[in-house]
């Protein structure tokens, strides 16, 4: 079986969660796996152009709310059109070389409902939710399979008239590593933070985009039973910016691939409120202070974790660090929101998908 694995580049996540799927599929025996980037690979300079613009949307985020929650009310008009063919020519490139016997997307790319095979077949087509809300750019009658997050958003796609049978309460995937027993003393050795304190954890995202965290450092670092840990993801700029500061008990990490194991040793962790970042969190459970979402998924995202008791989201800085404090001397609250995390997790969430996936394709074919 050929399994085609779509992704797109805005963000860490969909490429994590595309490489999660592959590693499942071919610990499964399933060796042709491809993953393809569609918007870097079909229009490579349109997509760093949007790219750029999707980190500006940190900045100023009433545009980026209005481009996606106005996008919702598109999907039903002509005008998606434009978008359905976004790297068409493309895809169908790519599957004319690979020939799958079905696609994946881990992104909303309508493109791939319009690719046909051999036999000028429709190819079967699964979604994967990265987020714990479905914009309306990721249904379509003719895809096959929507995999999910949470019960609640069955039962908001059973309102938009998407059959039962289609969803599958599965999780979003994240990598092993965040779900595997590590030995918490050896990190603490490892990191060399001490175990009398406390440590936060800023996850500032893959491309650095989070806020004043300068100025929450500091005022964190003042306090001597808290230990900070920083990563800055690729933003370089902010790694240097931190590393001179010269605190004492402040770490900086640029991007590295060991996160879990400083999710592992954290007390909480300020982040901002991406679909995977917030699944990895589950899988630890640590507790989260969401720094300023911003309106569209990461609002949604944010917005359901605060109702489920598993975070607390903060408008300005000033509220991140008056936070993090009550929450790092609050016991009870802590193990409140780990056990909220627990009953919200979904173990093996790639797993379930993969299974999935091959019992449904055995069923077509």
């Given at each position: 079986m050929n399994i085609l694995i779509t992704t797109a580049p805005f963000g860490n996540g969909h490429k994590m969660v595309a490489t999660a799927l592959k590693n499942a599929f071919i610990n499964k025996g399933y060796s042709n796996v491809f993953v393809v980037d569609l918007f870097t690979e079909s229009h490579p300079h349109i997509t760093e152009t949007i790219k750029k613009a999707y980190i500006k949307s940190y900045e100023f985020g009433e545009a980026y709310s209005l481009l996606y929650y106005g996008s919702e009310k598109l999907t039903d008009k002509k005008i998606i059109e434009l978008y359905r063919n976004?790297?068409?020519?493309?895809?169908n490139e790519?599957?004319?070389?690979?020939?799958?016997?079905?696609?994946?997307?881990?992104?909303?790319?309508?493109?791939?409902?319009?690719?046909?095979?051999?036999?000028?077949?429709?190819?079967?087509?699964?979604?994967?939710?990265?987020?714990?809300?479905?914009?309306?750019?990721?249904?379509?009658?003719?895809?096959?399979?929507?995999?999910?997050?949470?019960?609640?958003?069955?039962e908001e796609l059973k309102k938009l008239n998407v059959p039962i049978e289609k969803t599958v309460v599965s999780?979003?995937?994240?990598?092993?590593?965040?779900?595997?027993?590590?030995?918490?003393?050896?990190?603490?050795?490892k990191y060399n933070f001490k175990k009398t304190k406390k440590i936060v954890l800023i996850n500032a995202g893959a491309f650095g985009?989070?806020?004043?965290?300068?100025?929450?450092?500091?005022?964190?670092?003042?306090?001597?039973?808290?230990?900070?840990?920083?990563?800055?993801?690729?933003n370089h700029d902010l790694k240097l910016q931190l590393e001179s500061l010269k605190i004492k008990n402040l770490k900086v990490f640029g991007f590295t691939e060991s996160i879990h194991e400083l999710y592992k040793?954290?007390?909480?962790?300020?982040?901002?409120?991406?679909?995977?970042?917030?699944?990895?969190?589950?899988?630890?459970?640590?507790?989260?202070?969401?720094?300023?979402?911003?309106?569209?998924?990461e609002k949604e995202n944010a917005l359901y974790f605060e109702k489920k008791g598993a975070a607390i989201i903060a408008k300005n800085s000033n509220e991140v660090i008056n936070g993090?404090?009550?929450?790092?001397?609050?016991?009870?609250?802590?193990?409140?929101?780990?056990?909220?995390m627990k009953k919200m997790f979904n173990k093996s969430s790639t797993e379930i998908i993969v299974d999935d996936v091959v019992g449904s394709i055995k069923k077509i074919i």
């Open positions: 976004f790297g068409l020519n493309k895809l790519i599957s004319k070389k690979v020939k799958p016997d079905i696609i994946i997307n881990t992104f909303p790319i309508l493109a791939s409902l319009k690719v046909k095979n051999d036999n000028k077949e429709n190819i079967p087509v699964f979604n994967i939710v990265t987020d714990f809300y479905v914009h309306k750019l990721w249904l379509s009658e003719e895809i096959d399979k929507f995999y999910i997050a949470t019960s609640e958003l069955q999780g979003i995937p994240i990598r092993d590593a965040f779900e595997e027993m590590d030995n918490i003393n050896k990190l603490y050795k985009v989070l806020k004043d965290i300068k100025k929450i450092c500091v005022e964190l670092c003042q306090y001597n039973r808290i230990q900070v840990a920083v990563v800055c993801g690729n040793i954290s007390t909480c962790m300020i982040t901002k409120s991406g679909g995977i970042t917030l699944s990895e969190a589950l899988a630890v459970q640590i507790p989260l202070i969401i720094f300023k979402p911003v309106p569209g998924q993090t404090l009550e929450l790092i001397s609050n016991q009870t609250i802590l193990n409140a929101m780990r056990k909220n």
